[in-house]
Nanobody, 123 residues
Framework: QVQLVESGGGLVQAGGSLRLSCSAS????????MGWFRQAPGKEREFVAA????????YYADSVKGRFTISRDNAKNTAYLQMNSLKPEDTAVYYC????????????????WGQGTQVTVSS
């Protein structure tokens, strides 16, 4: 089992920045690809970003490309999502996910999930 805990959400004005963190425990962190997803009210959960086991490869949804950056620190068992130039449409609950597969981590069938952290962007 892998336990994931997100933090860093909050309320920010449009154009502002937030940095989300995902702390992992339970298994060898570097064996898992990590991902971020989000779910807005009334909408399905959607992929935001993913990063490979070593951090050498990253993937982004078109809607966040150029504004968000995913990273990881395997020594700290933590993944991050730096969000810049935030827009009201970025408002959602953000979830951290972990999976051994770099393909599966980009889908909602990822093996492990955190409880989510709320991000609200005001206009």
């Amino acid at each position: 089992q892998v336990q994931l805990v997100e933090s860093g959400g909050g309320l920010v004005q449009a154009g502002g920045s937030l940095r989300l963190s995902c702390s992992a425990s339970g298994r060898t962190f570097s064996n898992y690809a990590m991902g971020w997803f989000r779910q807005a009210p009334g909408k399905e959960r959607e992929f935001v970003a993913a990063i490979s086991w070593s951090g050498s490869s990253t993937y982004y949804a078109d809607s966040v490309k150029g504004r968000f950056t995913i990273s990881r620190d395997n020594a700290k068992n933590t993944a991050y999502l730096q969000m810049n130039s935030l827009k009201p449409e970025d408002t959602a609950v953000y979830y951290c996910a972990a999976d051994r597969s770099l393909i599966t981590i980009r889908t909602i069938t990822s093996s492990y999930w955190g409880q989510g952290t709320q991000v609200t962007v005001s206009s």
